[in-house]
């Protein structure tokens, strides 16, 4: 039964960052849209510059959602501004107003020391606490609007506070530092930012486009679904399609990271934005500009950088909280020691000093800076990870499942042996005629066994009759009827269950046959014909396929990762499995299986080791890789399934790219630990030290900001990592 109700849409909202680092009008926001009718969930973030609405399309629109978000006092972004020239203009400004603060503070430290007018270092120190808490005012006043507080408020309220008991250069110094690592903050988001601009520039804006023999160039806007474009050397291919004419080999690298040139024949898939290296190609359009896959891979690494991580959700949910405590441990301060008899100015300066100290400014940065950057750093590596916390998920990782055929082996079946059982009479056929009636109801078939024996009749220019009532029962067989005949082609659980209730003529020497084939190493299949009078086995076809290079020190690299476990789940005969098995190096073998007995695999495997990768080819083990801890689907450039099914899609088929993204992880796990140590330790150690002895203000603002603007550059250098 098909539903008729219409699956919620999700639109995904450029809007201005505000204030650099708090969340808090984030949530206010998600609260006010999430009230909205029509809406059933809202993440938004100021420091990645997004909100992700889930809608009812029934109820409301994406452009009804977008003037709610600027009602409610949030502005808007363009699209191109998510690594474009408007967040680069921001940047300046930004950095404008930092120099503008440094003038100004060191202008009125200057004049202090100087035999000049009061009224100098007054007006310096004024530029000073105007151009530096500017934008951090504009964030505290917008979320006092929303009854929240922030840390920019917290950052204004020690300035001034400095300021109001005469130390004007140690709130000027501290307007500077949280100016300043705002700026390089931004910058660090900002360059994770452009390694997706760098996706879309990939992409050219024009085709050559054959009209009436002609190469014209178009707009690829305007280039439809076969249309033929022609590609000269070391241009870059504009549009997915296929090969109509031409040899060249291709550079992948950029969408699906692998590192050597494919050769492309005629009937070869190409991408947009890869390079066409050698020779000239004539290519048939299969995709619209807005379908490709680098579209769609810019599209989809632009969610994931929405998606918030595990850790950083929680921060977000703290933060409010938090900085309320700061709030009322800073007034504790100023209130328990005056009430003892201490002296105001002190008193107040030390209190200003431990606002300062324990504002949460590092542990809030520390998670984005890291996930954003390990986001861009696959997406460069074509391994999209669709959200952060799938990449806190990568880390956990202490099993790993594989498919068999199309992952751990090349999923290049061939044909080797077309078997014709000895019967005497009219039955009689020859390799020919028995390939003919398999070859006519495996054309109905998209498995994979099909295609290989679809192909080896071509290649032998055998005549493939007409098949009609094509019927397949999942992991098991197919069947057909050709010539008046039905004609079943199956494995042993096929003969066991869709021909068990028949008595089948030959039917212990069909499954002694397919033993002898798989003892062999072979996929073996029996052909049995079902006339009116009675069933018979006409022969057998025996397959092979080639395990992938690299396979076997893959396996070696996941164990050096600390992965206890590697397990094969595969539909294929166990004795081919072990085969496989043995040759790469896996732990354990599960064969025989159909798709829904893979499921209950990966939840076995889930309750003995608690956090599993599945990997496969996001087709056939969709439902094995939702099941997983961790689903991973290779060769998501030419599919969509697997872009929609699994949490991590590999763009090509290098399977070395599985210890990738288990070591990306794994770095961004250990990268999160170093960054809330720093966060945590610097305001543990400040604090304690503030409390037993006291510390000039300016030390606790280098403190502060200094760990802030580390571990952003921490998080940043996950943009370099190579497993």
Known sequence: MISDETPPSTCTLAIESRGGRSESGARALERALQRTAGVSDVDASFRSGQVRITFDGDVTSEAELARAVENHGVSLRDDTDAGGSRTQSDLRRESVFVALTFAG??????????????????????????FGGWYGLKGAVETLRHRAVDIDLLMIVAALGAFSIGAPFEGAMLLFLFSLSNVLQHYAIGRSRRAIKSLVEMRPDTARVLRDGEAVTVPIDDVAVD????????????????????????????????SMPVPKQPGDEVFGGTINESGSLEIRVTRQAHESAITRLIHMVEEAQSEKAPTQRLIDRLEQPYVLGVFALTTAAIAVPLALGAEFTSTFYRAMTLMVAASPCAVIISTPAAVLSAIASGGRQGVLFKGGEHVEAAATIDAVAFDKTGTLTEGNTQLTDVLVRDSPGSDSLDEAQLLSLTAAVQSRSEHHLAEATVDAAAERGVDVPEATGFQAAAGKGVRAA?????????????????????SVDGLDVGLDTMADLENEGKTSVVVVRETDDRVRVLGWLAFTDTVRPG?????????????????????????????????????????????????????????????????????NDAPALATATLGIAMGGAGTDVALE????????????????????????????TVNLAI???????????ILLRGIPLPLAVVGHEGSTVLVSLNGLRLLGFRE
């Open 551 to 619: 396979a076997a020190d893959m396996v070696e690299r996941l164990r050096a990762l600390g992965v206890d476990h590697v397990v094969m789940l595969t539909g294929d005969n166990e004795r081919v499995a072990n085969r496989v098995a043995d040759e790469v190096g896996i732990d354990e073998v599960q064969a025989a299986l159909l798709p829904e007995e893979k499921v209950d695999s990966v939840e076995e495997l889930v309750s003995r080791y608690e956090n599993v990768a599945m990997v496969g080819d996001g087709v």
């Open 645 to 672: 099914t699994a949490d991590v899609v590999l763009m090509g088929d290098d399977i070395s790219k599985i210890p990738y993204v288990l070591g990306l992880g794994r770095k961004t796990r250990r990268t999160l």
């Open 227 to 258: 249309d033929v474009f022609v590609v000269r050397p070391g241009d870059r291919i504009p549009l997915d399609g296929t090969v109509e004419s031409g040899e060249s080999t291709v550079d992948e690298a950029a969408l699906t990271g692998e």
């Open 105 to 130: 503070m060191i202008g009125g430290l200057v004049a202090g020391w100087l035999d000049v007018p009061s009224v100098v270092s007054q007006l310096s120190y004024v530029v000073a606490y105007a």
């Open 482 to 502: 050709v010539r008046d005949d039905v004609v079943h082609i199956g494995n042993r659980s096929y003969l066991e269950t869709v021909l068990g209730d028949a």
């Open 679 to 689: 966060a945590f330790g610097a305001i543990a150690l400040m604090v304690g030290t």
